[in-house]
């Protein structure tokens, strides 16, 4: 019930390209889904983050697609820079509670 | 604002010696939590605290760890006796619930523990 489950493990698309990383969660007391973004040698920092009563936000090149029917959602970069070459991470919490639970993470890798 | 400030960068001590860590968090902020990050098991929640009071420590892994949080301002975790398996960056972040919606919590830049 506590789990975020994060999908791929690992990513390498080429500059320009759209990678793609999803989630998805069980418990339905979860109200807010961020994305985090960790560079080496750094801690998370927030990217952007959604809550359950919209379908889609955007922030730039930033995307999060929420499906809350199937409990999932999921974080595209459009016209990815090898600047964007970083961990990334979504995770779930009740806001009422604040517990922030994280995903596995995924390393993405953006090729010149 | 500086931030969440976390020391020492990196500890690297003996196993059996007690290690502790440090956190102070962004000046304002009622929520204070610390998070284990290894290779295996990704960022983990060990225990966070609102208004100082610890509130779930269901993610510390046993009673080697323990966390205080004094005064608003000052936040540590202890690990005695110290282990091999306990090598790890350990984050400390805060957040201030009103804002949590738009501003999401705040991350320290940790502190990389080793022990041998």
């Known amino acids: 019930q506590q789990q975020v489950k994060q999908s791929p493990q690992s990513l390498i698309v080429q500059k320009g390209g759209i990678p793609i990383i999803n989630c998805a969660y069980e418990n339905t007391a979860f109200d807010y889904f961020p994305w985090y973004q960790q560079f080496p040698g750094k801690g998370p920092a927030l990217l952007i983050a959604?809550?359950?009563?919209?379908s889609e936000k955007k922030e730039g090149r930033f995307t999060i697609s929420f499906n809350k029917s199937a409990k999932q959602f999921s974080l595209h970069i459009m016209d990815s820079q090898p600047g964007d070459s970083a961990t990334y991470f979504c995770a779930a919490t009740p806001m009422i509670t604040g517990k922030l639970i994280f995903g596995q993470g995924t390393t993405l890798q953006v090729k010149p | 604002d500086a931030g969440v400030i976390q020391s020492p960068r990196h500890e690297v001590t003996e196993m059996g010696q007690e290690v502790t860590l440090r956190c102070k968090p962004i000046s304002g902020h009622d929520y204070l939590f610390w998070y284990r990050q290894t290779m295996m098991r990704g960022l983990e929640l060990l225990i966070y605290f609102n208004n100082n009071v610890p509130i779930d420590d269901s993610g510390m892994p046993e009673d080697r760890f323990s966390a205080k949080m004094p005064n608003a301002s000052f936040s540590t975790l202890k690990i005695q006796p110290s282990e091999p398996r306990d090598s790890a960056v350990y984050f400390c972040?805060?957040?201030?619930?009103?804002?949590?919606?738009?501003?999401?919590?705040?991350f320290g830049s940790g502190t990389r523990l080793t022990v041998v």
């Open positions: 972040a805060s957040s201030l619930a009103e804002v949590r919606g738009r501003k999401g919590y705040t």
């Open positions: 959604i809550r359950p009563d919209v």
